[in-house]
C-alpha cells in the first residue's frame, strides 16, 4: 500500500476533537448586541436623572503606567463632555500615547454615550483606566 493512502485514526480523531471544541467555543465567545445607551444613562424619568448640566469626576483607576481620570458632563442625562484628569505623562512615549488616545478615547465616549468603548491599539492600560473611571462617574451620576 501507498504510505499517502494509510489509515490514519489519529489524526481525524485530533481534527474531530478540535472541530468539537471549535463549533463549541467560538459562539459562547461572541458579545450579545445591546444598546449601550440604553444601560449606562439611566431614562429620562428616573430618580438619577436631573434636568441640567452635570459634572462628575470618576474613580482614580491605577493601571500599569499611572493613574487614569476622567471627568464626564451631562446635560439632562445625555453625556456631553468627557475629560481627562489625569492620565500617564511620565515621559515623552506617555505623552506620545496619550495624545494619539485620549481624543480617540473621548470621541468613542460621547459616541457611545456610555463607557462601552473599544480599547486603543498601542493604549491598552490607558484604554482600561479610561474605561474604568468613566463607567465609575456614570455610575455616580445615576445616583
Wanted: aromatic share 2%.
Amino acid at each position: 500500500m501507498h504510505p499517502l493512502r494509510k489509515n490514519r485514526p489519529l489524526r481525524r480523531t485530533v481534527l474531530a476533537c478540535a472541530a468539537a471544541v471549535a463549533v463549541t467555543v467560538l459562539p459562547l465567545s461572541l458579545k450579545p448586541h445591546t444598546n449601550p445607551a440604553l444601560a449606562a444613562v439611566p431614562p429620562q424619568g428616573s430618580a438619577g436623572a436631573g434636568t441640567g448640566s452635570r459634572t462628575v469626576t470618576g474613580d482614580t483607576a491605577q493601571t500599569r503606567w499611572g493613574p487614569v481620570q476622567v471627568r464626564v458632563t451631562l446635560d439632562n442625562g445625555r453625556l456631553t463632555d468627557v475629560t481627562a484628569v489625569r492620565h500617564p505623562s511620565e515621559n515623552s512615549r506617555d505623552q506620545e500615547i496619550n495624545a494619539f488616545a485620549l481624543p480617540r478615547l473621548r470621541a468613542e465616549a460621547l459616541a457611545a454615550q456610555s463607557a462601552d468603548i473599544d480599547t486603543v491599539s498601542g493604549a491598552t492600560y490607558t484604554s482600561t483606566g479610561y474605561r474604568q473611571s468613566l463607567q465609575s462617574a456614570l455610575d455616580s451620576a445615576a445616583r
